[in-house]
């Protein structure tokens, strides 16, 4: 069988994220612990406790998510079988540089909190926000953010295209706003605002992005495990300087998941394996890899399956 790892991204986080995880495991209990000790604050205290209002803030969200999906992968120490490749959502992908050994932990724990940061700045300085279109191709999508934007100082962009049929779009207040009823029109069969603190995926993100790029132009990077899907380009990488320019065109370039899925998919993947909170890939891949054996693992009991899977 052919193995690929997914690493969930922001949105995944829960109020109790990991607390049965690190009950049950030591190599868990040490991961958090370890999280709290390099960012110098108690992160499993909130991801176990909340509130929920702070977890939910990109700067906890972030990090919090990364930290439970590397405590999985620890514990599960190869459990899934070989890995022929892994792709994260977002800032997923830093787990799956992470699992890949190009980044360490602690490097990709500092990073994605720094992102947050960056990432929530930008949205106070320009504020954006994003919605997902359910029922509507790709092109249909983009096409209706060129009917809504009103130039580089009122747009709105394509920021995720998930699964057939499920694309985010992100930008300016009033261009989503627009692009939400333009949508609806257009015979859109959801359209749901999301609750963000900006504009992720999209040009908005510009400050971010350069903050982020002199921020990993000091963080090593070593050869991979395995090669990584990029959001950026859908294809898989395993050049260490490229995956660190991939990272920072991240934040400003839509993130192509449903072509990632696609081609692992091509190259012969015949399983995936979710590590992290929640299962929301694993939901997609009941669109993106039809058919396909498609697992989530973020507890102890998800673990035993794992193992005797």
């Known amino acids: 069988m052919s193995l690929a790892l997914l690493f969930p991204g922001q949105g995944s ?30 992160l499993s205290r909130l991801m176990w406790e909340g509130p929920e209002e702070d977890l939910v803030l990109t700067r906890n969200a972030q990090p919090a998510i990364l930290v439970h999906s590397v ?20 800032l997923g992908e830093f787990s799956a540089w992470v699992a890949a050994g190009t ?7 500092r990073a994605v909190r720094f992102r947050g940061e960056q990432m929530f700045a930008a949205g106070q300085a320009r504020p954006g926000t994003m919605a997902a279109l359910l029922g509507l191709e790709d092109a249909a999508a983009d096409a209706l953010c060129r009917e809504a934007s009103r130039g580089v100082a009122d747009l709105v962009v394509s920021a995720n295209f998930n699964a057939p049929g499920q694309v985010v779009v992100s930008g300016d207040v009033t261009a989503v706003t627009r692009l939400m009823e333009m949508a609806r029109d257009a015979g859109a069969k959801k359209v ?20 982020l ?34 990272l920072v065109r991240q934040l400003t370039s839509p993130v192509r998941w ?8 091509e190259a012969g993947v015949d399983r995936f394996v979710e590590m992290g909170p929640g299962n929301v890939l694993t939901g997609l891949n009941r669109r993106n890899a039809r058919g396909v054996s498609s697992v989530a693992v973020q507890g102890p009991s998800d673990l035993e399956a794992l193992g005797g899977s």
């Open 13 to 42: 986080q829960f109020v109790g994220m990991g607390r049965d995880l690190a009950e049950a495991f030591p190599q868990a209990r040490e991961t958090f612990q370890e999280a709290d000790d390099l960012l110098g604050t108690p």
């Open 71 to 90: 405590a999985v992968l620890r514990v599960a120490n190869g459990t899934p079988g070989p890995v022929a490749f892994a792709a994260g959502h977002s």
């Open 103 to 109: 980044l360490s932990f602690a490097d990709a724990l």
């Open 192 to 211: 749901i605002p999301l609750s963000v603190s900006g504009a992720f995926h999209s040009p908005l993100m510009e400050p971010a992005q350069a903050e």
């Open 213 to 246: 790029e002199r921020h990993l132009a000091g963080v090593d990077f070593g050869a991979p495990e395995f090669p990584v899907i990029s959001n950026v380009t859908a294809r898989p990488t395993e050049a260490p300087a490229e995956a660190r320019e991939l």
């Open 258 to 265: 449903a072509e990632s899925v696609a081609t692992m998919l």
